[in-house]
């Protein structure tokens, strides 16, 4: 009996899991439970009796001395943990790297298949060098040499590796290096290291006569590296198929009309088997505009995006994409009656989707493509108006009016508070409401009808509050473009016209009312957050880190010598991340 493969766990593997495990607990869903625990009982089963052939067979043995004592089919309970520890580190580190990655826009259909990167013909070469890696690994342990380990190796896990690469190669291919390469080479280097100190201590000991005798580094043998580097590789190839199995089921409402909280391994084995010829390539177009959209508009709502899951992460981006599609038709119209008649358009698409006709959705396509430019249609042909409410749009729509008021020289329509808080109500309480109709249909029962109410309210109100935000930062810009939304009675109160803010927006009258409207948005902000904890628990922690993320600049603009981009203040990405964890880390 002795402790040093207990030891190599409390020293090596336990802090990592310790440390991965504090950085990812506020970011931490019922699906990511679901995936690591899927992961690790797969790890268990798979690699067991390997192990237990291994260790019978003397390809590699533990000193008494190393071990505590139990076994599992001659397997040191040491051991089995070791398949755990590594799965669970591994699953943490890719968690941890892909959290912001939006799965959806990495698929590709029929037509994309063709047009885009020849994805079938990698699948069929990374298919066939597979099955050469596996035949090879046949013909070492046919030789029963110096090869046996490394064959073992191949023949072991290379039908996994190959059933997981042709499942899921379209995202394993077009995914980023730092959701695939990374999270395999990290943890491989280190445990490459760890690996390297048990062999030199003598904590396992790999048998001379199955092993090349060829070393990474001197206390390293290959067989020892390829196995980790393999290992780690198919955790994270088994993670990237259940997030592609994920993206179909999300994606597709017309393949999987309902989709379970947690999916059930045969809803997920029938998603990958999916062919991509019955993927909507149209979807998945607009969803890749529009996350450039919000990616490049908003980086606080793109930050919080990723802190959403499933259904509810995809239809709050195409909410986002149609406010921001419809918000510039109207202000980048070339003239005031260009823009009017982009509002009256906008009105009669949203009459053609509450309309009680059997042809709507047909009606719609085909107003939608013989009106709108070809780079606004996806926003439009996609916005879910199936569980949205009218009202709000239509509001929205009418708050674009206010914009538009503008353009009538020496026109200023905000002419005192109430104007200005019935503008925010028309241009963010909306959009507050509809994000919030959106979390109540994708967490159906978890609120009541008089939660509901109050929510819905306090939206609105945080929605106004966020728009005086956003006023705010603006004003510099905002007068470049002719527009002062800062309330005319409150300028003539100290002396001022709007005339004098386009002239000089940072003269130190202007900077009063701004901390006086950045004050009236705390104070409303303070009085409506305490309903965000009133939501549906998946959209609680998000949700407050939308709200948090947003209200940040409106901190950052109350503190002397904030720094300007582009006109606007900004928050620092560090800060950003800051405020997004704390935000998380309440709930």
Avoid at 23 to 35: A, E, H, M, N, Q
């Amino acid at each position: 009996m002795g402790w040093d493969y207990a030891l190599v766990h409390l020293y090596y593997n336990i802090p990592p899991a310790l440390l991965f495990t504090a950085c990812y607990y506020p970011l931490c869903t019922k699906i990511d439970v679901y995936k690591i625990l899927f992961l690790v009982i797969i790890a268990v089963v798979s690699t067991t009796p390997w192990d237990s052939y291994l260790i019978r067979n003397r390809i590699w043995t533990y000193p008494p001395n190393a071990i505590v004592g139990p076994t599992l089919f001659r397997i040191p309970a040491e051991e089995i943990f070791f398949f755990i520890i590594q799965t669970y580190n591994t699953s943490l580190f890719y968690l941890l790297a892909s959290k912001p990655t939006f799965h959806p826009v990495y698929l590709r259909g029929e037509k994309l298949l063709h047009d885009g990167r020849r994805l079938r013909l990698w699948r069929w070469v990374g298919a066939t060098l597979l099955v050469v890696a596996i035949l090879s690994g046949i013909g070492l342990i046919a030789g029963n040499g110096k090869g046996l380990y490394l064959g073992l190796i191949l023949v072991w896990a290379g039908p996994f590796i190959l059933m997981l690469w042709v499942l899921a190669y379209q995202l394993l291919i077009n995914l980023p290096a730092s959701n695939t390469l990374v999270p395999i080479i990290a943890p491989t280097l280190y445990l490459w290291i760890v690996d390297t100190i048990a062999l030199r201590r003598g904590t396992w000991v790999i048998e001379s006569g199955t092993k090349l005798g060829w070393h990474l580094w001197d206390g390293l043998d290959v067989e020892e590296a390829f196995f980790f580097l393999v290992t780690n590789s198919l955790i994270v190839l088994g993670l990237v198929a259940f997030d592609t199995a994920l993206a179909i089921l999300n994606t597709f409402p017309h393949l999987f009309p309902t989709v379970q909280q947690l999916p059930s391994p045969l809803q997920l084995v029938k998603a990958l088997l999916v062919s991509p010829s019955r993927y909507q390539d149209e979807r998945i177009v607009g969803l890749q505009e529009a996350l450039k959209r919000l990616r490049k508009k908003s980086r606080s709502f793109y930050l919080a995006s990723g802190c959403f899951q499933g259904r509810l992460r995809i239809d709050l981006i195409l909410l986002y994409s149609f406010c921001r599609v419809a918000d510039d038709l109207v202000d980048n119209a070339s003239s005031g009656s260009e823009a009017r008649h982009w509002i009256v358009k906008l009105t009669e698409y949203l009459d053609i989707c509450y309309a009680r006709s059997a042809e709507k959705s047909k009606s719609r396509n085909l107003f939608v493509q013989s009106t709108f430019p070809a780079k606004a249609q996806s926003a439009l042909l996609l916005l879910p108006t199936a569980y949205l409410s009218p009202t709000p749009l239509y509001d929205l729509v009418r708050g674009f009016q206010t914009d538009l008021d503008f353009s009538t020289p020496g026109r200023y329509p905000i002419e005192d508070e109430p104007t200005l808080q019935v503008y925010g109500s028309r241009v963010a309480g909306t959009v507050a409401e509809l994000c919030l109709e959106l979390a109540f249909h994708h967490n159906r029962g978890q609120t009541s009808e008089q939660q509901r109410r109050e929510i819905v309210q306090a939206g609105g109100r945080m929605g106004i509050a966020l728009q005086y935000v956003n006023i705010a930062r603006d004003i510099a810009v905002d007068a470049k473009n002719g527009r002062v939304y800062l309330p005319i009675s409150w300028l003539e109160r100290i002396g001022l016209q709007p005339d004098d803010v386009l002239k000089d927006p940072s003269n130190f009258g202007v900077e009063v009312l701004r901390l006086r409207l950045l004050d009236q948005a705390m104070g409303i902000y303070e009085d409506a957050k305490r309903a965000i904890e009133l939501l549906p628990s998946d959209s609680r922690g998000p949700m407050r880190v939308a709200v948090e993320s947003y209200v940040e600049i409106g901190r950052v603009l109350r503190e002397p010598g904030y720094k300007l981009k582009a006109g606007r203040a900004t928050v620092p990405k560090r800060r950003r991340l800051r405020v997004a964890w704390t935000a998380l880390r309440r709930g």
